[in-house]
């Protein structure tokens, strides 16, 4: 099996944020929206620093790049990456509302079903090809979480709004190539900064003191946001939306073996069903590189 550098950036951003909980946990008792709004600013202010201090000449290449475009590929540009930066943001905050307000079984839904609706807007859209095994493996996750939705149904609304926004996301970033990965998630983060910050002084609570809360946010910002949003823009230039989007899988397999083990949560005959179904799924998806069978669509050079 060869695993090109593509793949492995997708995998290891989704493997990381399979372990999410383990610095948010810590943190349960804080409001959510506190959380965002401090992981948010936080982020602005690390990637900012990092692209000013430290990438100073990428960031020229790509102002000097930009300066040289046509004003419609320059709308283009700042379209992709501003409109990245609000899907982000709406992402983040309809989560939370559909946490808090609705009921975690539905946000945990949400991202059983953006892979999905991910790979079949790819197809729509982006006209991504797939093979008759990768729409096997559709057809695999969507029995996975038609049974994990018995006895929620109501549920599934507010799911696919946050399942929307982030495979929106991801198929707008496909397309996202003039600017550096690194500097474009400076502006979707910046952007998603902006937005959020006039609704801190009305819905922010008092300002934590712990240090724990300090110390689990900067795993949160560094771990759990900037490294894997990179690795997971920069695996869409080798490989396809419809990809990026069925390894989301491997973000909730992963938390549901936190739970079981971990956590010692109890799980029920249907939950482990519809979870290996959802591996299935998985690897029938990607079963040309698993089973190093040649490429012969959309293949990816590095």
Not at 123 to 141: D, H, N, R, T, Y
Request: net charge positive; aromatic share 16%.
């Amino acid at each position: 099996m060869r695993i090109n550098k593509y793949y492995l950036a997708a995998f290891t951003a989704f493997v990381i944020w399979g372990f999410f909980s383990l610095a948010l946990k810590p943190i349960h008792n804080y409001p959510s929206l506190d959380i965002l709004f401090y992981r948010v600013f936080l982020s602005v202010v690390l990637i900012s620093a990092i692209n000013l201090f430290l990438r100073r000449d990428v960031l020229k290449k790509d102002w000097n790049n930009f300066k040289k475009q046509s004003q419609s590929d320059k709308n283009k540009i700042i379209r992709v990456n501003v409109g990245g930066g609000m899907l982000l943001t709406a992402n983040w905050f309809i989560f939370i509302y559909v946490m808090n307000h609705i009921s975690v079984k539905a946000a945990s839904f949400a991202y059983l079903v953006c892979p999905i609706l991910t790979t079949v807007l790819a197809f729509l859209i982006l006209k991504e090809k797939l093979s008759k095994w990768q729409w096997i493996a559709v057809g695999i996750s969507v029995s996975g979480c038609v049974l994990l939705s018995f006895n929620s149904f109501a549920d599934i609304f507010y799911s696919l709004i946050v399942a929307l926004t982030y495979a929106f996301y991801l198929i707008s970033q496909r397309k996202n190539t003039e600017v550096d990965k690194f500097v474009g998630l400076n502006i979707q983060i910046l952007t998603a900064g902006l937005i959020i910050l006039p609704f801190f002084p009305s819905f922010s609570g008092p300002v934590p003191v712990e240090s724990l809360f300090y110390i689990c946010l900067i795993f949160i910002v560094v771990l759990f946001t900037i490294i894997p949003l990179f690795l997971n823009l920069y695996a869409l230039k080798g490989v396809n939306s419809s990809t990026v989007g069925i390894m989301l899988y491997i973000n909730p397999i992963l938390n549901f073996l936190l739970a079981v083990f971990y956590y010692k949560e109890e799980v029920t005959e249907i939950q482990m069903i519809s979870y290996s179904l959802i591996l299935i799924s998985i690897i029938v998806f990607n079963e040309k590189l698993i089973f190093n069978r040649k490429l012969k669509e959309n293949r990816v050079t590095d």
